[in-house]
């Protein structure tokens, strides 16, 4: 209990940081981030939202420190203030709207590539030399290699624009009305088709190799030797003696990796106009939205540290040693 | 160095690596002499198909192609060096602080690497791009060297916490040198295969996340990188007129001197951990050199 409240601790520190980060940006930055604002939306903001939008940031006419406490204040009632490309809505709204589209890509990409990646890993490291080994392992260092943009850019060209396979932009066909009919549903799936498998890509490498060195350095251990001495027969020892426990380090960096694949999805939404988080920053960042960019720091960071409390839980789960501590 | 040289000379890999990473370095020293034009020269007509001319085609401004992507070349390798360099130097410098002075300071060091570990990388550095505004080269160094110094830091600390207890360190510290010196000639010449990973990753993360933020428009158009060439490209929406070409030069260049660096990056992780050395040595063996070393650790 005690490494739990630690780690909530930690976790509500993080978030303060990220928080704190957002308010100093725009008052170290030379210029008013607002007239900036201003000057890009044109005509499209009324003169009363200046007010609002000054508010957004705290950057009315108080000292710093009552400034900042406002701020906090807004920040953790969730109050993340107007967006300024999407008008009429607020930042909140904005962001909901676009989340569960990321959070079905990230989730979907990252199991497949999860469960490709560590059974690959887990056969190159058995084999070790040999003929999958020796293709697989340099082929996955430098799939680890190559960007997502230029996975998502390959990709679309060769199977959205070249081949006419897939669709190439947004998450359903537009003529279709969003509902639970098999109609809707198998568009959404065709249109998943792409992102997903290229953001799957991009981190199938890190799995591969990951659990491919984890393996290699449990198959010395004593209890395989025994094993093997015990006459176990192959695929028990593979699975259930090694792999069962190399997969510890693999599990535990998914929710440090998450970061990461939440970046490779960002970037995978503005190749295939995925109406996504990734997706609705890009047209934010285009308009010089700072609300909008500054709300999805505070969101990815929230995405980032369910997941490492989602981890902490899983870990203590399966090590004891934690629960007594 | 030595056993860096030597592993290129046994390792296949680490080989091809090199010489791809230092093409790549030659081009972009050579940059004005082997381009066939300026990078903002109009040479051609609008979106030209790879020829015999213009071996990569035009862009949508009748520039061409492989003249841009190799002037790029420049950018996105100075970017990558410069960003590298400043991410592993302030890696290295917390980690082995952290990890050698240890209590109070490791405490404060880990909470800060922790914090900036769990925050994620590209989000933190789009508000910062965003309120710059247009960033240059330069710019986009010194923002992605600023925050993604956190797995060097973490991993060099854990390092440095197991060399500490050795007892090479103890005997300098019981001889009186002072912290820096057991850190400058204790410890550094030991974690510097750690080190050299760390680099060469922090490179390749470099050079890809400013392709992908100038990709996303946050950097300086006027510019020629890897980064803008993709900008403009989508910018003009070459894929769908067609244009490929626009695209893949760029992609190219991206993938290859990825996969040089990866490639040297594989082969300097079989040094630091020569378990991974692709050797047909039976399990057991290996279980009994290791035993024999771990007792030795101990002893």
């Keep these: 209990m005690a490494f739990l409240l630690r780690r909530i601790g930690f976790y509500v520190a993080a978030f303060l940081v990220a928080a704190t980060f957002n308010f100093l940006v725009p008052r170290l930055m030379p210029g008013d981030p607002v007239d900036v604002m201003f000057a890009q939306a044109g005509t499209a903001l009324p003169p009363e939202s200046l007010e609002a939008l000054k508010a957004t940031f705290g950057l009315m006419d108080e000292p710093l420190p009552v400034q ?34 990321t959070l079905f890509l990230v989730l979907t990409a990252s199991a497949l590539a999860f469960a490709a990646g560590t059974l690959a890993g887990i056969h190159a490291a058995w084999r070790r030399g040999g003929r999958f080994d020796s293709v697989g392992a340099p082929a996955a260092v430098m799939l680890q290699a190559v960007p997502p943009l230029v996975v998502s850019l390959v990709a679309l060209y060769l199977f959205g624009i070249a081949l006419k396979w897939l669709p190439t932009g947004y998450a359903w066909a537009p003529l279709l009305d969003p509902g639970w009919t098999p109609e809707f ?7 998943a088709v792409l992102p997903v498998v290229t953001l799957a890509l991009t981190q199938l490498g890190g799995y591969v190799v990951t659990m491919r060195n984890s393996m290699i350095n449990l198959l010395g251990e004593d209890y395989i030797v025994l094993g093997t001495a015990k006459g176990l027969d192959d695929r028990r020892l593979r699975m259930a003696y090694a792999a069962r426990n190399a997969m510890l380090p693999t599990v535990t960096s998914f929710a440090m990796t998450l970061g990461a694949v939440f970046g490779g999805a960002l970037i995978t939404e503005v190749v295939f106009n995925y109406p996504g988080l990734g997706y609705t920053l890009y047209q934010g960042i285009t308009a010089r939205d700072y609300p909008l960019i500054q709300g999805q720091l505070l969101v990815m960071t929230l995405a980032m540290l369910t997941a490492n409390l989602a981890a902490d839980l899983v870990c203590l789960a399966l090590d004891p040693r934690l629960r007594r501590a | 160095m030595r056993s860096f040289l030597t592993a290129l000379r046994g390792n296949p890999k680490a080989a091809v690596g090199a010489v791809i990473v230092a093409i790549f370095l030659a081009v972009a020293l050579l940059a004005p002499v082997l381009a066939p034009a300026g990078p903002n020269q109009r040479v051609a007509r609008p979106h030209e198909a790879p020829s015999a001319e213009h071996v ?46 240890g209590g109070r300071v490791d405490e404060g060091l880990s909470l800060l690497t922790n914090i900036v570990l769990v925050i994620p990388n590209l989000p933190l550095m789009l508000v910062l791009a965003a309120f710059i505004g247009q960033a240059g080269p330069l710019v986009i160094a010194g923002i992605i060297g600023f925050t993604s110094w956190g797995w060097g830091a973490r991993v060099v600390r854990a390092q440095t916490l197991s060399l500490r207890e050795r007892d090479f360190v103890r005997a300098a510290e019981l001889l009186g040198e002072p912290a820096w010196r057991v850190i400058g000639s204790e410890l550094l010449p030991n ?3 750690l080190v050299g990973l760390n680099f060469i990753g922090s490179v390749l993360y470099a050079v890809i996340t400013e392709a992908t933020l100038e990709f996303l428009g946050l950097g300086d158009p006027l510019i020629v990188s890897w980064g803008t060439m993709l900008y403009h490209a989508q910018a003009t929406s070459a894929l769908q007129v067609g ?18 660096l990866s490639l040297m990056n594989f ?3 079989e040094v630091a951990n020569p378990r991974l050395r692709t050797l047909k040595v039976p399990p057991a063996l290996l279980a009994a050199v290791r035993a024999r070393g771990a007792g030795r650790e101990a002893a």
Excluded at chain 2, 250 to 258: D, E, K, N, Q, Y
Aim: a neutral charge.
């Design chain 1, 68 to 101: 900042y406490l406002r701020y906090l204040g807004s920040v953790f009632t969730w109050d993340l203030g107007l967006s300024v490309k999407f008008h009429p809505l607020s930042v909140n709204e904005v962001l909901w709207r676009a989340l569960p589209w």
């Design chain 1, 185 to 191: 549903l198998g568009s959404v799936a065709a249109h």
């Design chain 2, 56 to 101: 990569m085609g035009s862009t949508r401004m009748g520039r061409d192609v492989l003249s841009q992507t190799i002037h790029g070349t420049r950018t996105s390798l100075a970017v990558g060096l410069a960003a590298g360099a400043l991410v592993t130097v302030l890696g290295v410098a917390v980690g082995i602080t952290a990890g050698y002075f």
């Design chain 2, 191 to 193: 974690l510097v295969s």
């Design chain 2, 243 to 260: 244009a490929w070409w626009e695209m893949a030069a760029p992609c190219l260049a991206l993938i290859l001197f990825g996969s040089g």
């Design chain 2, 267 to 269: 082969a300097l992780d």
